[in-house]
C-alpha cells in the first residue's frame, strides 16, 4: 500500500513539476493584472489575423490527413502491394525528421529556384513564405497519426464483417460506410485528436516556410515568439494562453469520446 502511494506520489510530482507547474505558471501571469489585459492583447488585428490563421491551416491538416490517413491504413492492412514496406517508413517518416529540415525541404521543393518553385511562380502560385506553404508543412509534420491509429483497430476487428456484408451482395462503398468506418471510429477519433493537437502547436517547419510577415503568414507560435521578441510580455503570455485552452479542449475532447466509444 505503502509502495503504491509512494509511486503514485512520484508520478504526479513529476508531472506537476514538468507540466502543471509551468502551464499554472502561465496562466497565473496571463491573469495577474486581470482579463482586460489578456483581452486587448489577443484581440488585435495581428493576434486574431494570427489566431484565424491557425485554425484554418488545422482544419485543412486534419481534414487531408484523416483521408489520407484512413486509406493508407486499410491499403496497409488489407491489401498486398510492392513497396508496402516502403509506404509504411515514409508515412512515419514526419516523427523521424526534425520540422525544421521539413521546412528547409518544402523551400527545395517549392521555392522560387527550388525544383518547382521557379514554374509555380511563373503560373501565379507562390507557394514559399504564402499560406500554401503554412498549409504543405502542416500537413506534413501531422502526416502519420491517423494512420498510426487506425492501422492497429483494423487488425484487430479483422475481416470477418466485411466479408458477411460483401456475401450479402454490398458493394465496396456500402461495406467501406456501414462496416469498416463504424469499426475504426475510435482510432480516427484519437487520430483527428492527435493531428489536431501537432497542427495547432506545430513551430519549426512553419516557422521556415512562412517568411513570418506579421498580419499575413504568422501563426499563433510564432506570434508568440514575435511578442516575446518585441518585449511584450503579455502579448505573447495571452497567445500561449490561447494555444493551451486550445490543446486542453482538444485533450477534453478525446476524453469525453473515449467512454462513448468504449460504451459503444
Do not use: C
Request: hydrophobic fraction near 55%.
Amino acid at each position: 500500500m505503502k509502495s503504491r502511494l509512494a509511486l503514485r506520489a512520484v508520478a504526479l510530482g513529476y508531472l506537476g513539476f514538468l507540466i502543471l507547474l509551468p502551464v499554472g505558471g502561465v496562466f497565473w501571469i496571463t491573469f495577474r493584472d486581470g482579463f482586460m489585459p489578456f483581452w486587448e492583447s489577443i484581440t488585435t488585428p495581428e493576434a486574431l489575423n494570427a489566431f484565424y490563421l491557425t485554425v484554418f491551416a488545422a482544419v485543412v491538416a486534419v481534414v487531408a490527413n484523416t483521408v489520407f490517413g484512413v486509406a493508407a491504413a486499410i491499403m496497409l492492412v488489407r491489401r498486398r502491394f510492392p513497396g508496402k514496406q516502403l509506404l509504411s517508413a515514409l508515412i512515419d517518416l514526419p516523427l523521424a525528421v526534425s520540422p525544421v529540415v521539413v521546412g528547409l525541404a518544402l523551400i527545395l521543393v517549392y521555392g522560387t529556384y527550388g525544383w518547382f518553385g521557379g514554374w509555380l511562380a511563373e503560373q501565379g502560385i507562390l507557394i514559399i513564405f504564402s499560406f500554401p506553404g503554412i498549409i504543405l508543412a502542416t500537413v506534413f509534420v501531422s502526416l502519420p497519426f491517423v494512420v498510426r491509429e487506425v492501422v492497429p483497430v483494423l487488425r484487430e476487428v479483422g475481416t470477418e464483417q466485411e466479408q458477411a456484408a460483401s456475401t450479402l451482395g454490398a458493394s465496396s462503398w456500402q461495406t467501406f460506410w456501414r462496416v469498416t468506418l463504424p469499426s475504426i471510429r475510435p482510432g480516427v477519433t484519437y487520430g483527428i485528436v492527435l493531428t489536431t493537437a501537432k497542427a495547432l502547436g506545430e513551430f519549426g517547419a512553419v516557422s521556415v516556410v512562412s517568411g513570418r510577415i506579421i498580419g499575413r503568414t504568422e501563426t499563433l507560435t510564432l506570434h508568440v515568439e514575435d511578442r516575446f521578441q518585441a518585449f511584450d510580455l503579455a502579448g505573447a503570455y495571452a497567445a500561449s494562453v490561447v494555444l493551451a485552452v486550445l490543446a486542453l479542449g482538444t485533450l477534453f475532447a478525446m476524453n469525453l469520446l473515449k467512454p462513448k466509444e468504449e460504451k459503444a
